[in-house]
């Protein structure tokens, strides 16, 4: 990774939209919503933005690792979803952390959780500040962000095993690249995977961008290291144990409330060399859920599974403007094995739920990630491009982002159509207009995980930008997402496949799950945590408040 990071969206600031690319896509709004094209909006200048002096000093023995640096401490004030994107480019970050800390190794996370304790101030761990659920956002209390970016080293690889030994703060690419030397790979590739860490999947339950098999961070985990304030949480390194509830499942998901992930030891694998893919398509976005069921329900494990509606093919550059089907891209990879048998057995099964196979099957052979063509390759490639999009439309006054659940093939067909109904109604009332697409993004034998864009022209704000225009862009989405948060949690559905709850999914998370549950996740914060100061507000409410007295 190189380049200046975005202080305020996504990524590196030198792959932005800007200039004629931003002003086409502020066109394309324009067009398709029959209003007036605005003008983006620059990101305010951040040295430029007053902010509240550090209330907290820490001691002197690890003053070095803090930043009282104001840009540092904008940055680390906000996380990734749109609702904090859009105001921290009007310079909106309303809570600001003290100080920014960085641990240099475990010792240091130890040390910094005792003082925290000793001194009522919050700890909030950050990975790559990705948290689409407000899961990285200061409370009002004194506080620090927990930076663990210089824990960022493969330690140990065991080739017989298959396991790698990493630290918490290593990112996608640092991982990724270590293991190629050795021909391995771990094989977890969320969308934000560039900018995002082992510590943070492991504390959201991460989903990668396979859609089947072996892709969530909790079946590629074989043991943690945290760090908690009353001491060290290190599970044994096995491939199973039936030995009592997992100690590694209940820091998966945590969500930084009960301890700093420091390391994790994981399942790597050889690279894949074998790939084939292919792309249907159906009349119907029913037809391809079917399909998608019989491939699931028959034990095939397709690594690309992703069916598109026709709005979404259109956006993504799979189908041309015109697009009236629904397209499914699949894609079967393995280490060596030839896959024309699976491949054949699968478009034969997609041909029988009245699917038509308008590409491939492709095979390839090599070291070949990230080469698919075709609708696949487009697909791939506004992927990756997608949150600069949406980084643009909000600097252009409109509204675009994602939600995702999961739920059981019974359900499927009515819930994706009532959540595309009542987004489509939510954001057209509340801006005028609005484009909704829906894809899959995992399948499994038992159901399957739908996500869905909104993207829309913006509330009408009067006034010169500041903050009041990104705070109304903000309650525009807000007012969307509770619509279609009710809609999920009616049909029992969950508020969040892989996105985690933070603090934004709270309402929905907790008449998700049991009132016992929630009993015993608060005592056993209140036993690792007795001051409280782990990321108040994320995931339960703390047993104790922190006391300040710093
Ligand atoms: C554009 C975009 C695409 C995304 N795509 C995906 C996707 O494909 N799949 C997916 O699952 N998610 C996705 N996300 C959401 C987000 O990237 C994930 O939740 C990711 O796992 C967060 O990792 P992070 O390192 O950035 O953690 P952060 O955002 O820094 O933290 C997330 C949460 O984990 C806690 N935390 C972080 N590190 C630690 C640690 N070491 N110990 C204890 N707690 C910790 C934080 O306190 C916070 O509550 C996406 C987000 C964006 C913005």
New binding site residues.
Partial sequence: MTGARSWWG??LEEAAYEGEALAGIGGMLAHRFEVEASSPVDPVDPTGVALPAPRVQLPEALADLASRDAVDRLRHGH???FRE?VRALHGDVPRPPDLVVRPRHRDDVARILDWCSDAGVVC??????????G??TPPSEPSIS???ER?DAVLEIDQVSGHAHIE??A?GPAIEARLADVGLTFRH?????E???????????????FATGPT??DDLVAAIG?ETPTGRWASRRLPGSGAGPSPDRW?LG?????????DAWVRVQPRPTSRVQATARFVTFDQGLDAVRALTRDGLLPANCRLLDPVEATLAGAAPPDCTHTLLLLGFEAPERDLTAETNHALELIRGQGGEVVDGPTARRGDATGTATGGAGAWREAFLR??YL?DAVARLGGIAE?FETACTWDRAHELVATLRETAQRAATEVCGGAVVSVRT?HAYPDGVAPYLTVIAPGPRTTGRPGPAVGRAQAAAWDEVKVAVSEVIDAASATIT????V?RDHRTWYDRQRPDPFARALRAARSELDPAGI??PG??TDAAVGPRSNA
Avoid at 126 to 131: A, K
Avoid at 189 to 193: D, E, N, R
Wanted: proline letters at 4%; a neutral charge; charged letters at 5%.
């Fill in positions: 996504w990524g996380g990734a979803s994107v909030v761990p950050w990975g790559g500040g990705t948290s689409v659920v899961g990285v927990l930076d663990l824990l918490g703060g990112m590739f969320p969308q934000s995977w900018f995002s860490t082992l510590g943070g999947w492991i504390a959201t339950r991460a989903g990668g961008h969530h961070i945290a820091l945590s969500e930084g409330t009960l301890g700093v992930i420091t997608g949150p949406r994602t993004t496949h892989h996105h985690a933070g782990l990321n994320v995931l």
